[in-house]
């Protein structure tokens, strides 16, 4: 299985703040590289395919970028409703593997 | 509207099987596949398996000897069954309606399914 390393595990910023968020796969997933947000308590909504496509309602301020095994989510001026965990998830190969998060607080 | 909504039991025993139902309004099952999804507390999801819009199956080669998935496009439902239950199958189980690739567009609520006698 292809394995999905996040950094970092946690994250404090402060709001207006640019923070970013890597993922590296074990091998080359040719960009089918998903990111995740994951608020508390709510299920994990899609916000980001095929390594730097917006999904649909997803506020520009967020995007992706990578190639080949290493990938970021970006956030740009970081707002209060941004407070979630982030998970990235190849699509390349089955079965389809997750990172394990990055929790994302305000300082 | 697209709406995938799980059900099933939240306790089940160890050894036992696991039977949950995806609910899906506002799409097609003949259109879109459903992944099941699970994520113990605190940690990363696991892709589960897949039910294919056209009705093939894929399964994570780590559980596919305990797992089932099948449906019931009259009803709008896919079900999932596991048997051998465990304490380290503990979590949330989501279903999820996914893209041609694997991605997955959108989610349910999920289920809270704690193994324990």
């Known amino acids: 299985d292809i394995q999905m390393t996040q950094s970092p595990a946690s994250l404090s910023a402060s709001l207006g703040e640019t923070v970013t968020i890597e993922c590296l796969a074990s091998?080359?997933?040719?960009?089918?590289l998903a990111w995740y947000q994951q608020k508390p308590g709510k299920s994990p909504q899609l916000l980001i395919y095929y390594a730097n496509s917006l999904n649909d309602g997803v506020p520009s301020r967020f995007s992706g970028s990578g190639s080949g095994t290493q990938y970021s989510l970006k956030i740009n001026s970081l707002q209060s409703e941004d407070v979630s965990i982030y998970f990235c998830?190849?699509?390349?190969?089955?079965?389809?593997?997750f990172g394990a998060g990055t929790k994302l607080e305000l300082k | 509207q697209v709406q995938l909504k799980e059900s099933g039991p939240g306790l089940v025993q160890p050894s036992e099987t696991l039977s949950l139902t995806c609910t899906v309004s506002g799409f097609s099952l003949t259109s879109y596949s459903v992944s099941w999804v699970r994520q113990p507390s605190g940690k990363g999801p696991e892709w589960m398996g897949r039910m294919w819009y056209d009705g093939d199956t894929a399964y994570n080669s780590a559980l596919k000897s305990r797992l089932s998935i099948s449906r019931d496009t009259s009803k709008n439902q896919v079900f999932l069954k596991m048997n051998s239950l465990q304490t380290d199958d503990t979590g949330t189980y989501y279903c999820?309606?996914?893209?041609?690739?694997?991605?997955?567009f959108g989610w349910g609520q999920g289920v809270m399914v704690t193994v324990s006698s």
């Open positions: 091998e080359d997933i040719y960009s089918n």
């Open positions: 999820t309606r996914d893209g041609k690739t694997g991605i997955l």
């Open positions: 998830q190849q699509n390349y190969d089955s079965p389809n593997t």
